[in-house]
């Protein structure tokens, strides 16, 4: 099974400072049949489901705020928050679909500073 | 307006069984592959299973293998799971989630289940 290993687990950033979120794959996620990382990133706020904020590593789900971006590829990837709103507090989970079982990092929690 | 309804889940003890359902709206259901997640109290995320448009292609985590059965409906626009033999472990909130381009674009708001004597 990939192993998806967040950091920090947790993080507390200031109102309007960036906020930086770390998720390493223990294998490339990298499909070469279409050079696509096969990697999401979810936001859950308490006491609701998951929102799909980027797929394909690095792509803004239609809605999603452009604060939100992603980078990185094959086993290491970022979501960055450029100015963090109150409204952003909630656990940020990465997820890889490229092989079953389709891993779930352990979830980075954010908060206000 | 993408809708998905889990239902099914309650109390029920070690060995036991229950059927988890999932209605879908909003979306042509038999276009899409549809994964079940779950989420144990306080905890992080597992994917569960998957299963592909016709049914035909089914996926499921190890720890499930053998006692979960995933399966679909698409004139009725369900989904199902099927699970037998719960151990304390299986105690999670359970949702079912829509694929699209790979990834879980929309979620249900979750059926619990609880495995307790």
């Known amino acids: 099974d990939i192993v998806m290993t967040q950091s920090p687990d947790s993080l507390a950033v200031s109102l309007g400072e960036r906020a930086t979120i770390n998720c390493k794959s223990s294998?490339?996620?990298?499909?070469?049949?279409?050079?696509?990382?096969?990697l999401a990133w979810y936001q859950q706020k308490p006491g609701q489901p998951p929102n799909l904020l980027i797929y394909?590593?690095?792509t803004r789900e239609s809605g999603v705020p452009d604060r939100f971006s992603a980078s990185g590829s094959g086993t290491d990837f970022t979501l960055t928050i450029s100015s963090l709103q109150a409204e952003d507090v909630a656990v940020y989970f990465c997820?890889?679909?490229?092989?079953?079982?389709?891993?779930f990092g352990q979830g980075t929690k954010l908060e206000i500073k | 307006e993408v809708q998905l309804v889990e239902s099914g889940g309650g109390l029920v003890q070690p060995g036991g069984s229950l059927r988890l359902s999932c209605a879908a709206s909003?979306?042509?259901?038999?276009?899409?592959?549809m994964t079940w997640v779950r989420q144990a109290p306080g905890k992080g995320m597992e994917w569960v299973a998957d299963?592909?448009?016709?049914?035909?292609?089914?996926y499921y985590v190890d720890s499930v293998k053998g006692r979960f059965t995933m399966s679909r409906d698409n004139a009725k626009k369900s989904l199902y799971l099927q699970m037998n033999s719960l151990r304390a472990e299986d105690t999670a909130l359970y949702y079912c989630?829509?694929?699209?381009?790979?990834?879980?674009?929309?979620w249900g708001q979750g059926t619990p289940v609880t495995v307790s004597s």
């Open positions: 997820q890889q679909h490229y092989n079953s079982p389709h891993t």
């Open positions: 394909w590593a690095f």
């Open positions: 299963i592909n448009q016709d049914g035909s292609g089914i």
């Open positions: 989630a829509k694929r699209r381009n790979g990834a879980l674009d929309s």
């Open positions: 909003g979306f042509s259901f038999s276009n899409h592959w």
């Open positions: 294998q490339s996620v990298l499909h070469s049949s279409n050079n696509k990382n096969y």
